[in-house]
């Protein structure tokens, strides 16, 4: 005589309590629900604004010129306020004097904003340039007329890190600052 074999079921709670062994899944509170649902949104709206700024340029290469005049100089000064790493940025100075320049145009800038953007040499080419480790002198032939201007060529490194980059280009007019402009260029990612 076989014995008849009885399955086992499992029937849901009616006491509002969960069995231990049960596969439904635990309903999600209505307001959590909801608060995931407005972060996807927000985190969504937060990468398409991003995609639409630099779609239309907003996050490139900013441009900014610097002015200063002093003691009969006039420095302009135009670079990129904002850079990115192994994107090609503007460095060019102007210089202009009341009656034209006496002698030799001598123009300093510090080295770590050079190296910053890495600069290749500067055009026209100087007579001659020294360094003393924090700043670079360059001295240029008497050009002719009332302005000079120079550029350089620079691209910020690849590997540069995030910050700011700050200089202050200066005129030295018989051993003395005729004119100085502070800069301030920074890198982002």
Do not use: C
């Amino acid at each position: 005589m076989a014995l008849p074999a009885t399955k086992q079921r499992f029937e849901p709670s009616t006491d509002g309590q969960r069995s231990a062994s049960s596969t439904i899944p635990e309903a999600q509170a209505f307001r959590r629900v909801r608060r995931a649902q407005w972060g996807r949104r927000i985190l969504l709206a937060l990468l398409l604004g991003i995609l639409v700024a630099g779609f239309v340029g907003v996050l490139g290469v900013r441009t900014r010129t610097a002015e200063a005049s002093s003691n009969g100089y006039q420095l302009e000064v135009h670079f990129a306020s904002i850079a990115r790493p192994g994107v090609s940025v503007p460095f060019d100075i102007q210089i202009q004097h009341e009656g034209g320049f006496s002698g030799p145009v001598m123009l300093v800038v510090p080295a770590s904003y050079l190296s910053s953007i890495d600069a290749r040499s500067p055009q026209p080419e100087p007579t001659s340039s020294t360094s003393d480790g924090d700043v670079v002198a360059f001295e240029f032939d008497t050009p002719p007329g009332d302005t000079f201007g120079v550029s350089w060529e620079g691209e910020v490194d690849p590997a540069a890190n995030v910050g700011r980059r700050e200089a202050t280009i200066a005129v030295f007019d018989n051993g003395s600052t005729a004119v100085s402009v502070s800069i301030r260029t920074w890198v982002l990612p």
